[in-house]
């Protein structure tokens, strides 16, 4: 398991939109990871099959008012221009979603703006920080009578240490250099309180023995192509399990099975960002970090196991 431990692509994030939506969305994505560094692609977005018969599964009309059970928080170094990274998340495809109240941010306001690219899919938001290593931080949000069945599930397949756990927030590292840290998190909501599933968004995690895992998850898990299978955590979240050290993998690495994750000054050169803020989604061939963004068909058409 030890190549495991250096992954940063160990956690990544699948969308699935309408067709003609996935270019805009994935360049939206792609412009603000690159604030920590040019190469961190941890969402890809691909378009569902079209066809008549097909009816969608993420409705466009969902009401912003219900909260995701996804989240991801960017925690930024204090410099010059972190005020006009926070109008990217004001322009469109970015919509406002809600704020929220935060105690102890001695360099960030009080109030956290959250936003999101589209119905059925995380929210987003910037948190400004002065010292230490930037950070990418996945929480999920979980029901309170499950949030202790969550937390066992995701270290069972992340095979992961708790840098914290108690009864109502966890967070694990899934991947660290000197600069930055990718984090995932689990935050219990109040009674009553259910955060609503990402329809559109899967997680995807690499893990090694699926023939030890599938009597351990607590929903069927069925294979939808050579290397990936889907199923769902307690709440319905469905999760992508993909086989590490597979063909498919290993062409986006050539020399090892693990991604050899290039460290950065927090933010990268500016010829690097400017160059990776103008990508789009048909560039990332040319990014040895990226995983292939093959989706399998049976996984834009099918959203939920059955």
């Known amino acids: 398991m030890g190549d495991l431990l250096q992954d940063p692509f160990l956690v990544s994030i699948h969308i699935i939109t309408d067709p003609g939506e996935a270019k805009t969305l994935q360049s939206a994505a792609d412009r603000l990871l690159s604030l920590l560094h040019p190469q961190l692609t941890l969402f890809r977005v691909s378009e569902r099959a079209e066809g008549p018969q097909l009816k969608p599964q993420c409705p466009t009309d969902l009401p912003l008012s219900l909260c995701p059970c996804l989240s991801v928080i960017l925690f930024l170094q204090d410099y010059g221009g972190e005020e006009s990274h926070e109008q990217q998340l004001r322009r469109p495809p970015w919509r406002y979603h809600h704020s929220e109240q935060v105690q102890g941010l001695a360099f960030s306001p009080a109030r956290q703006d959250f936003f999101m690219l589209a119905p059925g899919t995380p929210l987003w938001a910037l948190r400004k920080v002065r010292y230490g290593k930037e950070i990418v931080r996945f929480t999920i949000y979980c029901r309170y009578e499950t949030y202790s069945d969550q937390v066992r599930l995701y270290r069972l397949l992340l095979r992961r240490p708790f840098a914290k756990r108690n009864r109502h927030y966890s967070f694990c590292v899934v991947y660290s250099n000197d600069h930055m840290e990718i984090q995932l998190s689990f935050k219990r909501s109040p009674e009553g309180q259910d955060p609503t599933p990402t329809e559109c ?94 989706i399998p068909l049976a996984l834009q058409r099918q959203f939920k196991v059955e």
């Open 201 to 294: 968004t899967f997680m995807e995690i690499r893990v090694r023995n699926m023939g030890g895992l599938i009597p351990l998850l607590p929903h069927p898990c069925r294979p939808i192509s050579d290397i990936r299978w889907q199923t769902k955590d307690y709440d319905g979240n469905k999760i992508l399990l993909q086989v590490h050290g597979s063909k498919e993998i290993t062409l986006s690495s050539p020399s090892s099975d693990t991604p050899s994750f290039a460290t950065s000054n927090g933010h990268g050169p500016d010829v690097y960002r400017k160059c990776c803020c103008q990508s789009t989604s048909h560039s990332h061939t040319q990014n040895p970090l990226r995983q292939s963004s093959q």
